[in-house]
Nanobody, 126 residues
Framework: QVQLVQSGGGLVQAGDSLRLSCTASGGRLSRVVTAWFRQAPGKEREFVAA???????FYADSVKGRGTISRDSAKTVVYLQLNNMGPEDTGVYYC????????????????????WGQGTQVTVSS
């Protein structure tokens, strides 16, 4: 199975930008949908953004206008750029690949994904 390896993250100041990367080791990203989720302390994992094989992108309302999900032309790396970050963006960020038709239909739900990155901590200080 393709392993998703994340990089980026760390401590940033409010108002800063950050880019996270997720590399498909041993293969390519899903031909259906790849997404980013995040989990704040004491909260459930929540959808952030997704990109389908067609290139169509989707965003949670909380990052719409501030976030950009993209991938390289070889479809081996997916990125998440977040601008104008605030303390509410603090959490562990995960990339995820969904390889079934249900993944495409329910792309904003964590249960639709069967392959996850290791997670990376992002902390935004005010």
């Amino acid at each position: 199975q393709v392993q998703l390896v994340q990089s980026g993250g760390g401590l940033v100041q409010a108002g800063d930008s950050l880019r996270l990367s997720c590399t498909a080791s041993g293969g390519r990203l899903s031909r259906v949908v790849t997404a980013w989720f995040r989990q704040a302390p004491g909260k459930e994992r929540e959808f952030v953004a997704a990109i389908k094989a067609s290139g169509r992108t989707f965003y949670a309302d909380s990052v719409k206008g501030r976030g950009t999900i993209s991938r390289d032309s070889a479809k081996t790396v997916v990125y998440l750029q977040l601008n104008n970050m605030g303390p509410e963006d603090t959490g562990v960020y995960y990339c995820a690949d969904g390889r079934t038709s249900d993944s495409g239909a329910y792309f904003s739900q964590a249960v639709a994904y069967d392959n996850w990155g290791q997670g990376t901590q992002v902390t935004v200080s005010s």
